[in-house]
Structure formats: structure tokens, C-alpha cells
């Protein structure tokens, strides 16, 4: 009998813990219902301001012949676009909760000192990922110009609304999601998975491997976005190696 208890606690604790992961998931999945339904309300405003930068710049180079227009080539195109910058936005207004509920989950198996680290992983994490979306809009221009200034003279720019907001979006959470890598490398280190020597060692790797993933996730493929993503990410990689150094030689000492 002694021999068994060990095995019916370990399967009770189990079904505690997949339980717990299924509360968190609703938790999270509901927090993206709401921010949803909350940017429904205010879509036109919101698609105002991702065009803006197209608009802009057909205002200033009236030599790429487009007036900053979208176009609905089917009548499931406006609804389809419309959900989806609702539905991205709403992840991201739900981000500080997805990410609380993640904590929440994995803080079970952290020591004292780790758990004590959730405000500032989670407050990191949203600014930099609202960095990372900010600064794909603020190049959104230069790499539409990139585009369009290749696609050659006579050529008319005629976007479909669907395209053009999957393009912008896509960008956006590329840029953001990029951004949170060095919170993980900090995690990383924290849970001594990687140690900042390592990552030091390993720093030429590393920003090739940066390289190539911006030009990969990059949904425009232009030279302008990749280095925007790329060489913050190489900074923020060394601040993260920085980081994690203080807080492990904090921990050991």
C-alpha cells in the first residue's frame, strides 16, 4: 500500500495541475473576447490610424500614383478585415493578462526569489512588446516606399483592404513578439537554464541567428524593416546578457 501512495498523489496532483491550466486558459481566452468586442466599437478609428502611413505617403510622393485607398475586391473582404485587426488588437490589449495568467501557472515551480520577479517580467514584457509594435508602425512608411519604389515606373498602387491590414498587423506582431525575447533570456538565466557566460561566448551566433530570424518573420521581406528589427534586437540581447548577470551574481553572492 505504501508503495502506491506516492502514484496517487502524483496523478491527483496532475489533474490539479491540468485543472489549473484550463482556468488559465479561459481566463485568458476570455480576456481576448472582451478586448475584442471593446475594439468592434471603435474599428474605424483604428483603421484610420493604421493607414495613416500609407496615406501619408502617397501624400508625399504623389509620383507612386496611389491616393491612399483601400479596396473590397469581395464582399467578405471588409468583415474579414475588420475582425482581424479587432481580433490581433485584442490580444494585445489582453497581454498583461495573458502573461499574469502564464506567470501564474509556472509560479509553482519557481523558488521565493524568482516568484518576487512577476511584476517586473510582466511590466517589461508589455512595454517591450508595445515598443517592438510601435516601432514596426513608425517603419511602415520607409518599408511601403522600399516596396512600392521596386515595383517599378507605371505602376499603379491599388491595395486590397484584407492585404494591407494582414500586412500591417502581421508586421506589428512580429516586431512585438521579437521584442520579448531578452525577457525570456533573462528567465533563462534566472532558472539557470543558460548562464550570461554562455550567451556571451555564444554572441556571434546569436546575432546571426537575430539576423536571420528578422528576415524571416519580417512579413514585408524589406532590407528596412529587417535592420529595425534586427539591430534593437542585437542591443537588447547584450542588455539582456547584462541583466541577467546582475541578478544571478546577486542570487549566488
Not at 557566460?197 to 530570424?213: E, G
Not at 539591430?231 to 541578478?247: D, E, K, M, Q
Request: proline share 5%; with cysteine; glycine share 6%.
Amino acid at each position: 500500500m505504501s508503495e502506491k501512495a506516492p502514484s496517487t498523489v502524483e496523478a491527483m496532483s496532475m489533474m490539479d495541475h491540468l485543472r489549473e491550466l484550463r482556468m488559465r486558459l479561459v481566463r485568458c481566452v476570455l480576456a481576448v473576447g472582451v478586448s475584442t468586442l471593446l475594439l468592434l466599437a471603435f474599428y474605424d478609428p483604428l483603421k484610420n490610424l493604421l493607414t495613416l502611413p500609407y496615406r501619408n505617403l502617397c501624400k508625399e510622393r504623389p509620383d507612386f500614383d496611389c491616393d491612399g485607398s483601400l479596396f473590397s475586391l469581395g464582399p467578405l473582404d471588409g468583415f474579414s478585415a475588420r475582425m482581424r485587426v479587432c481580433l490581433y488588437g485584442g490580444l494585445v490589449l489582453a497581454l498583461p493578462v495573458v502573461l499574469w495568467q502564464i506567470w501564474r501557472f509556472i509560479v509553482p515551480a519557481l523558488s521565493k526569489k524568482e516568484k518576487s520577479y512577476a511584476v517586473p517580467f510582466i511590466a517589461s514584457s508589455v512595454v517591450l512588446f508595445g515598443f517592438g509594435c510601435y516601432l514596426a508602425y513608425w517603419t511602415l512608411d520607409k518599408a511601403l516606399e522600399f516596396l512600392i519604389s521596386w515595383s517599378g515606373s507605371d505602376v499603379t498602387q491599388a491595395y486590397q483592404v484584407t492585404k494591407y491590414i494582414n500586412l500591417v498587423v502581421m508586421m506589428m506582431l512580429a516586431f512585438g513578439i521579437g521584442f520579448l525575447s531578452p525577457v525570456l533570456l533573462v528567465f533563462l538565466q534566472l532558472v539557470s537554464v543558460v548562464t550570461p557566460k554562455t550567451l556571451l561566448r555564444q554572441w556571434r551566433y546569436a546575432v546571426m541567428a537575430i539576423f536571420v530570424s528578422a528576415a524571416v518573420i519580417t512579413p514585408s521581406g524589406d532590407p528596412i524593416s529587417l535592420l529595425a528589427l534586427a539591430i534593437p534586437l542585437t542591443i537588447l540581447y547584450l542588455i539582456a546578457i547584462f541583466v541577467g548577470w546582475l541578478l544571478t551574481r546577486r542570487r549566488t553572492s
